[in-house]
Nanobody, 127 residues
């Protein structure tokens, strides 16, 4: 059974940066598509970025505007979400998710596409 644990959230000023980590245990992540989602109070969970299991394909939501990047370290069995130029609208709980296999050049964009989820980490962007 794959387990995911996010960390790295916190309070940051507008324009600042954060790197979220998602540590996996139980199974190796290198055969899994990875998705980062977020959920703000009163809103539905939305996709932020995802990467295919092969790392050949990455998708970003329009609101990311090139500010966020996803990376994977198979040796550490972890994935990361590097966020920069943060805005108050980025305030949310951020979740990592994983889905085994899938297309080499694709990754699920919706919550239903992932079987495994972390517990989330709070990101607050405020002055």
């Amino acid at each position: 059974q794959l387990q995911l644990v996010e960390s790295g959230g916190g309070l940051v000023q507008p324009g600042g940066s954060l790197r979220l980590s998602c540590a996996a245990s139980g199974l190796a992540l290198d055969n899994y598509a990875i998705g980062w989602f977020r959920q703000a109070p009163g809103k539905e969970r939305e996709a932020v970025l995802c990467v295919s299991w092969s790392d050949d394909y990455t998708w970003r939501a329009d609101f990311v505007k090139g500010r966020f990047a996803i990376s994977r370290d198979n040796a550490k069995n972890a994935v990361y979400l590097q966020m920069s130029s943060l805005e108050p609208g980025d305030t949310a709980i951020y979740y990592c998710s994983a889905q085994r296999g899938g297309g080499r050049y694709g990754c699920p964009k919706g919550v239903d596409g992932y079987d495994y989820w972390g517990q989330g980490t709070q990101v607050t962007v405020s002055s």
